[in-house]
């Protein structure tokens, strides 16, 4: 069997035609035309206004969140059930991050929940759609709007993911996007934020360009950053955008594949979308509650049958620097990381070959019963 691969990206001759005319141009650093190019049809791909190309999907979180002026004393309001670089932020901002628990269902930061923890402090809400799953931003929007809290979203997985014909990382104040390796489309490390407002953008924009004012010459008129993208992660970015409906397709298919062979089991469930949603499936993902407590063992014993795992994410409460902050038991977060398995997604995967996997996982899991 050919290797299978849990989230590899996917590269090629487009990504080499982009690269050697990077380089034959000799604008590999931050200066250079593929930079905006990038950004303008990012924005255009998603129907935004603005879109300001990022170091990381990191920064872009760090950044839409500063640029709302949140610091010490505010609230953000964060899924415990995500990746660690949602929350550290909001951390190096000095804000306090609020854990709420997911919806059992989706995965996904429960508006029920949010709306329990908002108080006076409360500054922005920080919705994740893990995995590639759209949130239910109907919900989420209502509770912004009646309180008057801005929403981020964390759209770092969830690149072509929509939400009632919209896309995902378009509902808030800001949407922020990764292109680390492993991600929907990859700069090698890259992130983006999308935004409506454009007076806002400018600033981000200056602010990560070290705030070097444009009509004086090194001058600059606030504490910037240096968080700019350069052209060759761009002329990556461009390569990979001509290719993203492709990879969105194929990601599809391997979830209907899953699923079908998958669901033999009636014990296995899998993240479902919330009505009107339409995932990225960045990740494939399942759980079993028969395999609580032996998920290492199913782990170890799908990689001696060449098939590559990932565990989910551990609740960011369980870390040392956020224990404090643990509010509550979180169950449900916690099943999923206890019963659940993201499984090989990577677009270098050919159909014939998940059919083979999803077969071999149903099986190693029989012998878990
Ligand atoms: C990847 C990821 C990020 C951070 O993106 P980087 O580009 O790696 O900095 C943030 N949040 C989530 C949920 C992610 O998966």
């Known amino acids: ?55 990381s999907g990191t920064a ?33 901002l000095g804000a306090t991050p609020v854990f709420v628990d997911v919806d059992p269902v989706t995965w996904n930061m429960d508006p029920e929940e949010v709306e329990k923890a908002i108080t006076s402090k409360t500054k922005a809400i920080l919705p994740v759609h893990l995995y590639g799953n759209p949130c239910n931003m109907d919900d989420l929007l209502d509770i912004s ?70 009509d004086r010459e090194f001058y600059h008129s606030e504490v910037g950053f240096n968080y700019r993208m350069t ?12 290719r993203l409906s492709d990879f969105l397709v194929k990601k599809k298919g391997f979830n209907k594949i899953y699923r079908e ?29 028969y395999i609580r407590g032996k998920v290492a063992l199913v782990q170890d014993k799908l990689r001696l049958n060449g098939i590559p795992t990932r565990r989910i994410f551990m609740p960011i409460v369980e870390f040392p620097p956020y224990k404090k902050f643990k509010k509550g038991d979180y169950k449900n977060a916690y099943d999923i990381y206890e019963t659940g398995l993201n499984l090989p997604s990577s677009t270098l995967n050919e159909i014939e070959q998940v059919e083979d996997a999803a077969r071999i996982i149903l099986e190693v899991l029989r012998n878990e019963k």
């Not at 052209?231 to 001509?242: D, I, P, R, T």
């Open 145 to 214: 709007r009646r309180y008057g809290i801005p929403i981020v979203e964390d759209a770092t997985e969830s690149l072509g993911a929509y939400y009632k014909d919209k896309m995902t990382g378009t509902f808030g104040e800001f949407g922020c996007f990764s292109f680390n390796g492993n991600k929907v489309i990859t700069t090698g490390g890259g992130g983006m934020i999308v935004t409506e407002d454009e007076r806002k953008a400018s600033h981000i924009k200056y602010l990560i360009n070290q705030a070097r004012d444009s």
């Open 1 to 55: 069997m050919r290797e299978i691969y849990l989230d590899s990206p996917n590269l090629g001759v487009i990504e080499k035609n982009y690269l050697n005319r990077c380089i034959d141009s000799n604008y590999v650093s931050t200066v250079g035309p593929f930079v905006s190019e990038f950004e303008e049809k990012f924005a255009s791909y998603l129907g935004v206004r603005k879109a300001v190309s990022v170091q």
């Open 60 to 92: 872009a979180i760090y950044m839409a969140l500063y640029e709302l002026g949140i610091g010490p004393g505010d609230e953000v309001i964060v899924p415990v059930l995500t990746f660690i670089a949602t929350v550290n932020p909001v951390m190096h």
């Open 261 to 289: 062979i998958l669901s033999e089991d009636p014990d296995i469930e899998f993240q479902e979308q919330y009505e009107g949603a339409f995932s990225s499936w960045w990740m494939n993902s399942m759980k079993a509650e």
């Open 231 to 242: 052209n060759l992660e761009a002329s990556l970015g461009l390569a990979q955008l001509e």
